[in-house]
């Protein structure tokens, strides 16, 4: 009788991952006035292609395809994708006091609106390729906050979105640190 295969597993261990944030704490979230025109500025944070979203989704995608193979990095890239999943959150909740909704569709500066689709997402498959499509989208998310930041006039959101950018600028510098341990 032939005896059962061993089931394949993935040995790293995930347990005890945490955010990858800068150690400062995080203005409340809270907003002047509501303010829908900012809500809806803040949606393409949340959700459009340079967006939360897309961040925590491409950096999943690549913590799950690295796991088996380069443990330690894909910790890392766990942790930073928390960190986005913070963000996300805490956008989501200006979104509402700011008298926005929220879903999966980003207002756009033409008027139209997007929905969000892992087509916004760059996944290659070689590991150098994929820490600098994470730079890049860490360096889009600072311009775009950094645009925002210059559109919106309310000095809470603002400081929401400035602790954001502060790890954003965070993540890079370690994605660069590991891009250069390859």
């Not at 509402?96 to 609106?113: D, M």
Request: a negative charge; hydrophobic letters at 40%.
């Amino acid at each position: 009788m032939e005896q059962p295969s061993s089931p394949i597993q993935n040995n790293c261990s995930f347990s005890g991952i945490r955010p990858i944030m800068m150690d400062l704490p995080y203005p409340d979230i809270q907003v002047r006035a509501k303010n829908p025109s900012y809500a809806a500025l803040l949606s393409a944070d949340y959700c459009g292609s340079v967006s939360e979203l897309s961040a925590i989704t491409q950096y999943i995608n690549n913590e799950n395809r690295l796991s088996c193979v380069k443990c330690p990095l894909a910790k890392t890239l766990l942790g930073i994708a928390m960190a986005e999943m913070m963000h996300l959150q805490k956008l989501g909740e200006l979104i509402v006091l700011l008298g926005g909704t929220i879903s999966f569709v980003a207002s756009l500066p033409n008027g139209k609106r997007q929905m969000w689709t892992p087509e916004f997402l760059s996944i290659p498959e070689q590991t150098n390729r994929m820490l600098r499509a994470d730079i890049e989208a860490e360096q889009a998310a600072i311009k775009q906050y950094h645009m925002h930041i210059n559109m919106i006039k309310d000095d809470c959101v603002n400081a929401v979105l400035a602790r954001i950018i502060q790890d954003e600028e965070y993540h890079i510098l370690i994605l660069k640190h590991l891009l250069q341990e390859l």
